[in-house]
């Protein structure tokens, strides 16, 4: 099994910055494309930003240009840098990864525990 942890968030101000990280732990062989999702209060959970292992990135619109997607490969972590924070980023975010937990193990989604980032005065 595969854990995903992620930390970083709270509550911050318009116009404000947060990094969320994201750890994976547990049974890992190889970790392949890592991701952010939100979700905000009553709407679908979106697509944020995503890397694949040799950091090609890809952005949602609402976010380019504000939101930096990175990963460490040694230490499994994916982080989300989020910049110019608006009110409109309120939700919780999502850590994602495709892990393969072994050398000739099938690949697996994975999603964190979520963590709420709140911008507001």
């Known amino acids: 099994q595969v854990q995903l942890v992620e930390s970083g968030g709270g509550l911050v101000q318009p116009g404000g910055s947060v990094r969320l990280s994201c750890a994976a732990s547990g049974s890992i062989f190889s970790i392949y494309g890592m991701g952010w999702y939100r979700q905000a209060p009553g709407k679908q959970r979106e697509l944020t930003a995503t890397?694949?292992?040799?950091?090609?990135?890809n952005y949602a619109d609402s976010v380019k240009g504000r939101f930096t997607i990175s990963r460490d490969n040694a230490k499994n972590t994916v982080y989300l840098q989020m910049n110019s924070l608006k009110s409109e980023d309120t939700a919780v975010y999502y850590c994602?990864?495709?892990?393969?937990?072994?050398?000739?193990?099938?690949?697996?989604?994975?999603w964190g525990q979520g963590t709420q980032v709140t911008v507001s005065s």
């Open positions: 994602n990864a495709d892990v393969q937990g072994s050398r000739f193990g099938l690949l697996r989604n994975y």
């Open positions: 890397i694949t292992s040799s950091g090609h990135t």
